[in-house]
């Protein structure tokens, strides 16, 4: 059996995707009376009254909390995890060895999704100790697949990913929202205006999910001393490479800040 702690936004995305790939067996946690009511109706889950429940009937718990009241979590259900149990932790910022010295068991995966989880779009990419080789982590790789795409990394590249993939989500969201804007101060609609950027940003992406390389497509669509060539030449002015590293670099320290103070 599969249990969750926390029933919000990505473990509703992890919830919906196992169930589309006939996966049953699965149960949550959720303060929220009505949210969990909400997951029973659309997805067939059933839920528990506490952690503590779902730790203790469940051979694999995910937990799916906010950073900030992992340790209460963790202090709840402490008790009742041994080795027998696997445990993924999707909170951002929140170590295996700090999750290793609060749980009795090795069979510990670390988890980073993103937000297009939501469409079964999703970017996971998950770290574990090396003693841990049981069959778990297929089961566990066969749920982050019914999201998306999965990658294993060391987690010492855990918190670089949660800038990249984790925050990314948002970062595109922002430029896309500043083309939005900058149609209609140049006359388009709201509506046209935002059809253009989101369609023209999801063409790219699928163009570039091809194997063709970002510096291809924008010689691509560069000629010289054209249309695009004169808006690159205003980014690099401006500065957008330092000014995207340095956001990836503000979030990744993020990241790390709250993994101290886990």
Not at 22 to 48: A, C, F, H, N
Not at 84 to 101: D, N, P, R, W
Request: aromatic content about 4%; charged content about 25%; overall charge negative.
């Amino acid at each position: 059996m599969i249990g969750f702690i926390g029933g919000g936004n990505m473990a509703e995305a992890l919830i919906k995707g196992m169930t589309a790939e006939g996966m049953k067996d699965i149960v949550i946690s959720e303060p929220r009376q009505e949210r969990g009511q909400e997951l029973e109706k659309m997805y067939g889950v059933k839920t528990l009254q506490s952690g503590r429940e779902v730790a203790s009937s469940c051979d694999i718990i995910i937990l799916a909390v906010k950073p900030q009241i992992m340790e209460a979590v963790l202090d709840e259900i402490g008790g009742d995890i041994d080795d027998t149990k696997t445990v993924v932790s999707i909170a951002a910022g929140i170590t295996l060895s700090y999750l290793q010295s609060k749980l009795k068991t090795g069979k510990i995966i670390r988890v980073m999704p993103n937000t297009p989880a939501l469409i079964q779009e999703g970017m996971s990419v998950y770290s574990l100790c090396e003693c841990f080789t049981g069959s778990e982590v297929n089961i566990v790789k066969s749920i982050l697949m019914s999201i998306g795409r999965v990658i294993a990394l060391p987690e010492r590249l855990m918190d670089a990913v949660t800038a990249v993939s984790g925050s990314g989500p948002a970062f595109i969201a922002l430029f896309i929202e500043a083309m939005i804007e900058a149609g209609e101060k140049l006359g388009l609609s709201r509506n046209d205006a935002t059809e253009l950027a989101v369609q023209t940003a999801l063409g790219t992406a699928k163009l570039l999910d091809t194997g063709m390389s970002p510096e291809k497509l924008r010689q691509m669509v560069t000629s010289p001393g054209g249309t695009t060539a004169a808006g690159l030449k205003v980014f690099e002015e401006k500065g957008l490479k330092p000014v995207v590293f340095e956001a990836l670099l503000a979030a990744r320290d993020r990241a790390e800040e709250l993994g101290k103070k886990a």
